[in-house]
């Protein structure tokens, strides 16, 4: 590894555990359970990692805290921060997907109602993909649960991530339409790739064959 010690931003949750391995095998010893803690040095003394909720992966490296993060492309899709994506990771796979209750029959072509509503954690991307169809709708902001909106009654239907489809099932719900597909990227402060470009585009290629 190029000795020039490295800042990376990693978020909680489903995509810390690949993220640490992938790490681990380009090279970087970083440990698989964090517990609490927020701010970690590497086994090796080499790298300092912040994890951080993903929402706010890229405002650590924009604001250049962070030289370069990994975060779902799902996270870059809602957000404003000025990052420069350089890779796909290839692994954290999953759909962003318009979803309704089956018995909605949305799926086999019914129409939706005159003004459509739809519970969405993506906000920007449910937006942007129903005004390209010129379907009127309203945007509910949930932050949790989000298939429960339907069966409840204040929603037609969802704009979410779906990796296996159990979810919806279980509440006897079906994809209508796949807006995207999102997996985990590395992104960099642009300013940052510059003055450490030997170190980062080493970690890069490493993570590649790892």
Same mark, same amino acid.
């Given at each position: 590894?190029?000795?020039?010690?490295?800042?990376?931003?990693?978020? @909680?949750?489903?995509?810390?555990?690949?993220?640490?391995?992938?790490?681990?095998?380009a090279g970087i010893p970083v440990p698989q359970d964090v517990g609490r803690r927020l701010q970690v040095r590497s086994d090796d003394g080499r790298a300092e990692l912040l994890v951080l909720r993903s929402a706010d992966v890229p405002a650590y490296?924009?604001?250049? +805290? #962070?030289?370069?993060? /990994?975060?779902?492309?799902?996270?870059?899709? $809602?957000?404003?921060?000025?990052?420069?994506?350089?890779?796909?990771?290839?692994?954290?796979?999953?759909?962003?997907?318009?979803?309704?209750?089956?018995?909605?029959?949305?799926?086999?072509?019914?129409?939706?109602?005159?003004?459509?509503?739809?519970?969405? @954690?993506? @906000?920007?991307?449910?937006?942007?993909?129903?005004?390209?169809?010129?379907?009127?709708?309203? /945007?509910?902001?949930?932050?949790?649960?989000?298939?429960?909106?339907?069966?409840?009654?204040?929603?037609?239907?969802?704009?979410?991530?779906? +990796?296996?489809?159990?979810?919806?099932? +279980?509440?006897?719900?079906?994809?209508?339409?796949?807006? #995207?597909?999102?997996?985990?990227?590395?992104?960099?402060?642009?300013?940052?790739?510059?003055?450490?470009?030997?170190?980062?585009?080493?970690?890069? $290629?490493?993570?590649?064959?790892?």
């Open positions: 590894m190029n000795g020039e010690r490295l800042v990376i931003a990693l978020p @909680k949750g489903a995509l810390y555990g690949e993220s640490a391995a992938r790490l681990c095998r490296v924009e604001f250049g +805290a #962070a030289d370069c993060g /990994i975060v779902g492309k799902d996270t870059l899709w $809602e957000t404003d921060r000025s990052v420069s994506e350089l890779a796909d990771l290839g692994f954290g796979a999953c759909r962003l997907v318009v979803a309704a209750r089956r018995s909605d029959g949305y799926h086999e072509g019914a129409r939706y109602p005159t003004f459509l509503r739809v519970a969405t @954690k993506f @906000k920007r991307s449910a937006q942007a993909y129903f005004s390209e169809r010129d379907v009127p709708c309203e /945007i509910i902001a949930l932050h949790g649960s989000v298939e429960l909106a339907p069966l409840a009654g204040i929603a037609d239907a969802i704009v979410d991530l779906v +990796a296996t489809g159990r979810t919806l099932a +279980a509440h006897d719900m079906v994809v209508v339409d796949e807006i #995207a597909r999102s997996s985990a990227r590395f992104v960099v402060n642009p300013v940052r790739f510059r003055a450490k470009y030997d170190a980062l585009v080493s970690l890069l $290629e490493r993570l590649h064959d790892a």
